[in-house]
């Protein structure tokens, strides 16, 4: 006799419920092996006991807020802060020799990184641009150099490969004239600062908190600020190997930056007497420098990419890079930028 196939499944389901409330009071170790091994493949995504994190000499509010070590720790990981680099270059160098998992930068930094055949450097995020303010040309107000168009000839301080570079540079093409028109003074930003006190060079490419700390202390004139040119707001750059590894501690501290950078923008007196003891700098001088600055993150998108590949297209016709760059070679697969992306972002 032919035996129906619904009172069959039946059976086998009863079965199974059986077995498996039986196994509820016989099988707890099992159970309980089951759960920790499915608790340790959610966790599978890292395998980092460490993440090295950058910062820079002109200040980090996650580093100063101690906002990611919680949820690290509590990931069994470790965060060692690395630095400070006076500028982006530095950063990417100790990036690219893998002392260094997650950093920020400028537009810049990683341009001149791929031009000169660095693969390990890649993005991760965007930062939301500033208005410009934080950033400019500077002569001493006395000074007879009047407009941008009177630099040509004359000596320039900034950090070579840094947003400096790309500021002076379409500053000048804004009047017809080209970086080679200028005479480069390859200083740190700390080392231009100080080169610009002491009357050693005339002008300045400078940015905060340098800059807001000598217009306080000289009478300065600014030839051209940052706005309208340094759109991008820079990049969060990861070490390749440790982002392609460990895509959920990238996630984490992204997730976290943009938390306290939402809060920054919100509290500006906070988040100078936040930096007070790391940059020792006035509180006045420090509120300026965050009510000028931008914290927040911003996913990468197509027209951001698209952006930051015309700058360095502007640099190769420039001849200020040595060879033609594709920014998409140092954009993450889409499969790995999602995993890395928190929802805020998205």
């Known amino acids: 006799m032919k035996i129906p196939f619904i009172p069959q499944r039946r059976t086998v389901l009863k079965r199974i419920v059986q077995f498996s409330i039986l196994g509820l009071f016989i099988s707890t170790p099992l159970i309980g092996s089951l759960v920790n091994n499915a608790q340790a493949q959610k966790k599978a995504n890292f395998t980092a006991k460490v993440i090295n994190l950058a910062y820079q000499t002109s200040g980090d509010i996650v580093k100063v807020k101690k906002v990611v070590e919680p ?109 080679k028109d200028v005479k480069i003074v390859g200083l740190t930003p700390s080392e231009a600062r100080d080169a610009f006190i002491q009357d050693k060079v005339e002008v300045w490419v400078a940015s905060d908190p340098f800059l807001a700390l ?48 939402e809060w920054a923008e919100k509290k500006p007196t906070e988040v100078a007497k936040a930096f007070a003891p790391e940059l020792k ?9 965050a009510r000028r600055r931008t914290f927040r993150l911003r996913k990468l998108t197509p027209s951001i990419i698209a952006e930051q590949q015309r700058v360095a297209d ?20 889409t499969q790995l930028d999602v995993a890395i992306t928190p929802v805020r972002l998205k």
């Open 281 to 289: 700098l006035d509180i006045s001088v420090l509120e300026k420098v």
């Open 71 to 179: 949820r690290f720790k509590a990931l069994g990981v470790t965060v060692n802060w690395v630095g400070p680099f006076p500028a982006g270059p530095q950063l990417i160098e100790a990036m690219n020799a893998g002392k260094v998992d997650i950093g920020n930068v400028g537009e810049t930094p990683p341009i001149f990184s791929q031009a000169a055949g660095i693969t390990e450097v890649i993005y991760i995020a965007g930062r939301t641009p500033s208005k410009g303010a934080n950033q400019g040309i500077v002569v001493r107000a006395n000074s007879p150099i009047k407009k941008i168009a009177d630099l040509k000839g004359k000596k320039v301080a900034f950090q070579r490969g840094s947003n400096a570079h790309y500021l002076l540079a379409k500053a000048l093409q804004e009047v017809g004239l080209k970086i």
């Open 314 to 333: 502007f640099y190769f016709q420039e001849k200020i890079i040595p060879r033609k760059i594709d920014i998409k070679d140092a954009i993450l697969p």
């Open 214 to 261: 000598v217009e306080k202390i000289i009478p300065i004139r600014n030839l051209r600020n940052a706005a309208k040119i340094n759109t991008l707001g820079g990049f969060y750059l990861g070490r390749r190997k440790f982002v392609t590894q460990n895509p959920e501690l990238v996630r984490v501290f992204l997730e976290e930056a943009d938390k306290v950078g």
